[in-house]
């Protein structure tokens, strides 16, 4: 069936390089959208896009082509934008595929796709509602927030580190939200989309940190599952329970966690106003969603650290109700983030009067600052912080991306110097059961897998398509490559036993050394070295008095609460050590493996340096005959012309001849004509009679030659028309 589906979409014609490289688009007049310009971005972006695995979007200078997976007729189409004058840097579609934005160096156009194209109308255009979107500057990255009800909110990242949020339902002048960070930004990306909190969060890399910070204004509504809804519930009331463990009695953590858990109460009470949405309609796999609305206050915006790790670009993946996960890069190495806690609307505020106060038991004074200090490092460390699971590192230099698949929640692609590698995330389903189930040895379920899908330079576009019971990767660069991924499935079912072209192993885990596995443990223990410093201050006496019961006091606290950092970090250092331990094994296993197995990769490059041995003699002799057939081409003689041909050219220049003679005649009677112009009489009324008779002998024959003109005048611009014409 692979087959098939090869032959569906290599007949289709989106994909002929039929345009010149260069556009130069001419600027309305009035008009402040700037000239656009080649994307000037380190990293390629994405210009082709598949929707619903039945339809391919791929742009090509300032057009979007369009056609369907059809086997059995071919297709075309362009998508109408108002003006396309700007050349597309690369193509972005939501989640339902409701929206698809073509994005320039600065202008934005964003198409609103019919459910199914019709490639049957006799237009070459799709027409749909569009929008346009100018006036935020160069851009670096683009998305969409999918919780957002009808989808409808795209997000962007300028080279200024400003984020804009337009929803298309409301307005493309005026954001919803603007954020402006002030620290230079790499990338961005949502959580999970299916996990509230997370989903209501973006997520920023710089160059040694990742952050967080809430994207929602007072007026935004979500889509969301009731089930998703029920999750938040528990996470609130579990978020609750473990303030009230660390801290007892009231805090303002443990408000501000109550007042998170009546936001996803009054969530599941508004299921009640049945008003639902659907996406998915021509998928396999429809859903439906529940439109709510949080009614949060307008969030701050302030940023908060929560990884000590940089990136150059983070994607989200795995999307489930339950934790979020997140991937990100930088240079070759892919790092691998967890968020079980769902907390993202519990806020810390700076308690406005600080004080001492009585301890519930013994006696003394409890000095407010340090439960102050401890519940802010608790909402820092526990509650707002990314758990850091692994690094691997790739067999390639240079810089990479990450790429969300559309409809594919279970692999995302990593992009590193042309090369195209796929990451299938199976154990996110494992992790999740084992979560449930409370089991130990949760981490050990974490091995993603690698399959090399296409390498090389000039990468314009890729996409993963699944039809026919097979799944394929078309990659768009000077040719068009189609891949197969699920190879070894349909090998046999059809019974033939064929190799993969690019990858032999497309599913063996990865057994990359992993790159730094102790920097987030090292990065802890710094944080414990800078949070806590116990001194011993020799001037201080053992008396009974309030001072030194407050720094008995204080310092007992500090004690507690370094010896609790220590603990859990005791705790991620022997669960690290223990998972680096068997992965290092693994490694040992699969050296021995290879070792045993070289006399197989002796033989295969002997049979390698055989065939490039007969490609070169094959190069050789085709060059030999290519030589031979110019040079008889170059020896063959002219063939002579035949006595019509011969005939036919001597009437023409003839014909020439006579048009040139009769040009002269016109010259020579033209400047007689001036000649007569400039001719005045010295005295009025006074003529020699020569003169006189030369004049009027001029004249006649000035009126025989206007009168020949006339009568061969058609003849004259007839004659000239054929010369023109033969020569």
Same mark, same amino acid.
């Given at each position: 069936?692979?087959?098939?589906?090869?032959?569906?979409?290599?007949?289709?014609?989106?994909?002929?390089?039929?345009?010149?490289?260069?556009?130069?688009?001419?600027?309305?007049?009035?008009?402040?959208?700037?000239?656009?310009?080649?994307?000037?971005?380190?990293?390629?972006?994405?210009?082709?896009?598949?929707?619903?695995?039945?339809?391919?979007?791929?742009?090509?200078?300032?057009?979007?082509?369009?056609?369907?997976?059809?086997?059995?007729?071919?297709?075309?189409?362009?998508?109408?934008?108002?003006?396309?004058?700007?050349?597309?840097?690369?193509?972005?579609?939501?989640?339902?595929?409701?929206?698809?934005?073509?994005?320039?160096?600065?202008?934005?156009?964003?198409?609103?796709?019919?459910?199914?194209?019709?490639?049957?109308?006799?237009?070459?255009?799709?027409?749909?509602?569009?929008?346009?979107?100018?006036?935020?500057?160069?851009?670096?990255?683009?998305?969409?927030?999918?919780?957002?009800?009808?989808?409808?909110?795209?997000?962007?990242?300028?080279?200024?580190?400003?984020?804009?949020?337009?929803?298309?339902?409301?307005?493309?002048?005026?954001?919803?939200?603007?954020?402006?960070?002030?620290?230079?930004?790499?990338?961005?990306?949502?959580?999970?989309?299916?996990?509230?909190?997370?989903?209501?969060?973006?997520?920023?890399?710089?160059?040694?940190?990742?952050?967080?910070?809430?994207?929602?204004?007072?007026?935004?509504?979500?889509?969301?599952s009731e089930s998703a809804i029920n999750v938040a519930i528990d996470d609130s009331q579990n978020t609750i329970e473990t303030i009230k463990e660390k801290f007892p009695g009231q805090s303002v953590l443990l408000t501000s966690a109550k007042t998170q858990l009546k936001v996803y109460e009054s969530l599941h009470h508004q299921l009640s106003n049945n008003l639902r949405e659907m996406r998915g309609l021509y998928t396999d796999d429809p859903y439906e969603l529940f439109i709510v609305e949080?009614?949060?206050?307008?969030?701050?915006?302030?940023?908060?650290?929560?990884?000590?790790?940089?990136?150059?670009?983070?994607?989200?993946?795995?999307?489930?109700?339950?934790?979020?996960?997140?991937?990100?890069?930088?240079?070759?190495?892919?790092?691998?983030?967890?968020?079980?806690?769902?907390?993202?609307?519990?806020?810390?505020?700076?308690?406005?009067?600080?004080?001492?106060?009585?301890?519930?038991?013994?006696?003394?004074?409890?000095?407010?600052?340090?439960?102050?200090?401890?519940?802010?490092?608790?909402?820092?460390?526990?509650?707002?912080?990314?758990?850091?699971?692994?690094?691997?590192?790739?067999?390639?230099?240079?810089?990479?991306?990450?790429?969300?698949?559309?409809?594919?929640?279970?692999?995302?692609?990593?992009?590193?110097?042309?090369?195209?590698?796929?990451?299938?995330?199976?154990?996110?389903?494992?992790?999740?059961?084992?979560?449930?189930?409370?089991?130990?040895?949760?981490?050990?379920?974490?091995?993603?897998?690698?399959?090399?899908?296409?390498?090389?330079?000039?990468?314009?576009?890729?996409?993963?398509?699944?039809?026919?019971?097979?799944?394929?990767?078309?990659?768009?660069?000077?040719?068009?490559?189609?891949?197969?991924?699920?190879?070894?499935?349909?090998?046999?079912?059809?019974?033939?036993?064929?190799?993969?072209?690019?990858?032999?192993?497309?599913?063996?885990?990865?057994?990359?050394?992993?790159?730094?596995?102790?920097?987030?443990?090292?990065?802890?223990?710094?944080?414990?070295?800078?949070?806590?410093?116990?001194?011993?201050?020799?001037?201080?006496?053992?008396?009974?008095?309030?001072?030194?019961?407050?720094?008995?006091?204080?310092?007992?606290?500090?004690?507690?609460?370094?010896?609790?950092?220590?603990?859990?970090?005791?705790?991620?250092?022997?669960?690290?050590?223990?998972?680096? /331990?068997?992965? *290092?094994? #693994? $490694?040992?296993?699969?050296? +021995?493996?290879? @070792?045993?197995?070289?006399?197989?990769?002796? =033989? &295969?490059?002997?049979?390698?340096?055989?065939?490039?041995?007969?490609?070169?003699?094959?190069?050789?002799?085709?060059?030999?005959?290519?030589?031979?057939?110019?040079?008889?081409?170059?020896?063959?003689?002219?063939?002579?012309l035949s006595k019509e041909e011969k005939q036919y050219f001597e009437e023409i220049n003839a014909w020439n001849k006579t048009t040139l003679e009769l040009i002269d005649q016109l010259k020579v009677i033209s400047e007689e004509v001036e000649e007569c112009k400039e001719l005045k009489p010295t005295v009025e009324g006074e003529y020699d009679?020569?003169?006189? /008779?030369?004049? *009027?002998? #001029? $004249?006649?024959?000035?009126? +025989?030659?206007? @009168?020949?003109?006339?009568?061969?005048?058609? =003849? &004259?611009?007839?004659?000239?028309?054929?010369?023109?014409?033969?020569?």
């Amino acid at each position: 069936m692979s087959d098939e589906l090869i032959s569906s979409i290599t007949k289709q014609l989106i994909f002929q390089h039929s345009f010149p490289t260069n556009f130069n688009f001419a600027q309305e007049s009035g008009s402040t959208i700037p000239p656009a310009s080649p994307p000037a971005a380190s990293i390629p972006h994405n210009k082709l896009v598949c929707r619903n695995n039945s339809e391919l979007f791929f742009a090509q200078e300032n057009l979007v082509r369009c056609c369907t997976i059809n086997p059995i007729t071919s297709n075309y189409k362009l998508l109408k934008t108002p003006n396309a004058n700007f050349e597309v840097v690369f193509l972005e579609i939501n989640e339902s595929g409701t929206f698809l934005a073509i994005v320039g160096d600065q202008i934005i156009d964003v198409v609103s796709l019919p459910p199914v194209l019709n490639t049957k109308q006799k237009s070459i255009y799709i027409e749909e509602r569009h929008y346009r979107i100018t006036d935020v500057g160069k851009i670096k990255k683009v998305l969409w927030q999918s919780v957002v009800a009808n989808d409808s909110m795209l997000v962007i990242l300028n080279e200024n580190s400003e984020v804009f949020g337009f929803d298309l339902k409301k307005s493309v002048k005026v954001p919803s939200v603007k954020i402006s960070f002030c620290e230079k930004i790499n990338s961005i990306a949502f959580g999970s989309r299916s996990k509230i909190n997370d989903a209501l969060k973006l997520y920023a890399s710089t160059d040694d940190q990742i952050l967080s910070v809430d994207f929602y204004n007072s007026s935004t509504r979500i889509a969301v599952s009731e089930s998703a809804i029920n999750v938040a519930i528990d996470d609130s009331q579990n978020t609750i329970e473990t303030i009230k463990e660390k801290f007892p009695g009231q805090s303002v953590l443990l408000t501000s966690a109550k007042t998170q858990l009546k936001v996803y109460e009054s969530l599941h009470h508004q299921l009640s106003n049945n008003l639902r949405e659907m996406r998915g309609l021509y998928t396999d796999d429809p859903y439906e969603l529940f439109i709510v609305e949080p009614k949060l206050t307008t969030a701050d915006y302030n940023p908060r650290v929560v990884a000590q790790i940089g990136a150059d670009d983070l994607v989200s993946f795995g999307d489930n109700e339950h934790i979020g996960l997140l991937a990100s890069i930088k240079g070759d190495t892919i790092s691998y983030f967890l968020n079980i806690l769902g907390s993202g609307l519990v806020k810390y505020e700076e308690p406005k009067q600080v004080g001492y106060a009585k301890p519930k038991k013994g006696f003394g004074f409890v000095d407010s600052i340090d439960e102050a200090n401890a519940e802010k490092i608790f909402w820092e460390q526990d509650l707002n912080s990314l758990e850091f699971l692994q690094s691997e590192k790739l067999p390639f230099d240079g810089k990479g991306y990450l790429k969300n698949l559309n409809g594919c929640d279970d692999k995302f692609v990593a992009a590193i110097d042309g090369s195209l590698v796929v990451v299938r995330c199976q154990w996110v389903r494992e992790l999740l059961a084992d979560l449930e189930n409370d089991s130990i040895d949760s981490l050990d379920k974490i091995k993603p897998t690698y399959n090399l899908l296409s390498s090389g330079k000039d990468l314009q576009g890729f996409a993963i398509v699944a039809k026919f019971d097979s799944e394929v990767g078309v990659i768009v660069r000077d040719n068009l490559e189609i891949v197969t991924i699920n190879a070894d499935e349909v090998l046999e079912s059809e019974g033939v036993v064929e190799q993969l072209k690019i990858d032999e192993k497309p599913f063996v885990p990865s057994l990359a050394i992993s790159a730094e596995p102790f920097a987030e443990i090292e990065s802890s223990l710094k944080t414990l070295q800078n949070s806590y410093s116990l001194k011993n201050d020799p001037n201080v006496k053992l008396e009974p008095t309030i001072e030194v019961l407050e720094k008995l006091n204080k310092d007992s606290l500090a004690t507690n609460q370094a010896v609790f950092g220590y603990s859990v970090f005791a705790i991620k250092l022997q669960s690290r050590t223990l998972a680096q /331990l068997k992965s *290092l094994k #693994l $490694q040992v296993e699969t050296l +021995k493996n290879l @070792t045993d197995n070289t006399p197989y990769n002796d =033989e &295969i490059d002997d049979r390698i340096g055989k065939f490039s041995q007969k490609q070169e003699e094959l190069d050789t002799r085709m060059k030999h005959i290519q030589s031979k057939i110019n040079d008889q081409m170059y020896k063959g003689k002219n063939v002579p012309l035949s006595k019509e041909e011969k005939q036919y050219f001597e009437e023409i220049n003839a014909w020439n001849k006579t048009t040139l003679e009769l040009i002269d005649q016109l010259k020579v009677i033209s400047e007689e004509v001036e000649e007569c112009k400039e001719l005045k009489p010295t005295v009025e009324g006074e003529y020699d009679e020569k003169v006189v /008779l030369e004049n *009027l002998q #001029l $004249q006649q024959r000035m009126k +025989k030659l206007i @009168t020949w003109l006339k009568f061969q005048g058609s =003849e &004259i611009h007839d004659l000239i028309e054929r010369v023109s014409i033969k020569t």
